[in-house]
């Protein structure tokens, strides 16, 4: 059971124009989201992040945008660069007990930006 | 440099041996997290510690177990691996325990499984 699905694989988008990643979850109890990138032969590196108050978390040119009815979260470059190809995975938590947490993160999608 | 380290890099066995995956979380950060990615998958998470103590438990099987350290390092212990095992192995760290943490990952160790 994938309670956190990046539905697109792949994406390509054209240098300059906006790059959207989307990301849907399942279960309600996730209240904090993260966006993390991952270049080839590395770790993954923190990108933004928003709570489930909110609805919008800008920086920079990386904007996230969080739909609770929809348990929806979509990831903004805007304008996209080739030095953001890499994979973005979109990860979410909940606090379960008073100190434990569950993480999940999604499966990824591969964004190529083209010069 | 995340500052987060991960040794072996690299560790070819064969089924049935056993491992361990060493990680050092950057200084100062008190919570560990491993993680598996395996051929065209996510990342899942496997278990989480804080301070020593475990604080959250993903999909980590009963072959798999972990520790963390007095001095904060952590270990993963693959036992009996099967070639399902092969894959990328992350640790990360994060100064607190909560979900509401930026997790710095280490460059990860890769296993394979012959």
Not at chain 1, 79 to 89: E, K, L, N, T
Not at chain 2, 43 to 58: D, P, V, W
């Amino acid at each position: 059971d994938q309670q956190v699905k990046q539905n697109s694989p792949s994406l390509s988008v054209q240098e300059g124009r906006i790059s959207i990643l989307n990301c849907d979850y399942t279960n309600s109890m996730f209240d904090y989201f993260l966006w993390y990138k991952k270049y080839p032969a590395e770790g993954p590196t923190f990108l933004i992040s928003i709570s489930s108050i909110k609805d919008k978390n800008e920086d920079g040119r990386f904007t996230v945008f969080l739909n609770k009815s929809a348990k929806h979260l979509s990831l903004h470059i805007v304008p996209s660069q080739p030095g953001d190809s890499a994979v973005y995975f979109c990860a979410a938590s909940a606090e379960l007990t008073s100190g434990t947490y569950k993480y999940i993160f999604g499966t990824g999608t591969r964004l190529k930006v083209l010069a | 440099d995340s500052g987060v380290t991960q040794t072996p890099k690299h560790l070819i066995t064969a089924t049935g041996q056993r491992v361990t995956l060493r990680c050092s979380p950057r200084s100062g950060d008190l919570s560990v997290y491993w993680y598996q990615q395996s051929l065209d998958q996510g990342l899942q998470f496997l278990i989480q510690y804080y301070n020593g103590e475990e604080r959250a438990k993903g999909n980590i099987l009963e072959r798999f177990s972990a520790q963390q350290f007095p001095d904060l390092h952590s270990e993963l212990n693959l036992s009996s691996l099967e070639l399902g095992d092969s894959a990328l192995y992350f640790c990360a760290s994060s100064v607190q325990a909560g979900g509401r943490n930026e997790q710095f990952f280490g460059p990860g160790t890769r296993l394979t499984v012959l």
